[in-house]
């Protein structure tokens, strides 16, 4: 079993950064593939990143392409979401999430965190 803990949310104005990150417990971390979701107030959850066990595999939404960078270290139990260039759009509940394959969709993920909030102005 995996706990997720995100952190990094705020308020930010667009056009700025954020780095989001996800704190894993446990000792089987490298062998799960982590995911990004975003949820905005009346939408449903969207795939923004995942990233695979070793991290040399990488997918994004075609929405933060270009924009956001997902990585993970797995000596800390933790992944990681850059996020440059942010617009209004961007505004939702950020989850990390592990799965033992790599996918897109929420629902083929195990685990999920709590989420955080990002919010930018604009």
């Known amino acids: 079993q995996v706990q997720l803990v995100e952190s990094g949310g705020g308020l930010v104005q667009a056009g700025g950064s954020l780095r989001l990150s996800c704190a894993a417990s446990?000792?089987?971390?490298?062998?799960?593939?982590m995911g990004w979701f975003r949820q905005a107030p009346g939408k449903e959850r969207e795939f923004v990143a995942a990233?695979?066990?070793?991290?040399?595999?990488?997918s994004y939404a075609d929405s933060v392409k270009g924009r956001f960078t997902i990585s993970r270290d797995n000596a800390k139990n933790t992944v990681h979401l850059q996020m440059n260039s942010l617009k209004p759009e961007d505004t939702a509940v950020y989850y990390c999430a592990a799965a033992r394959g790599y996918y897109q969709r929420a629902n083929d993920y195990d685990y999920w965190g709590q989420g955080t909030q990002v919010t930018v102005s604009s």
């Open positions: 990233i695979n066990r070793s991290g040399g595999v990488t």
């Open positions: 446990g000792r089987t971390f490298n062998s799960y593939n």
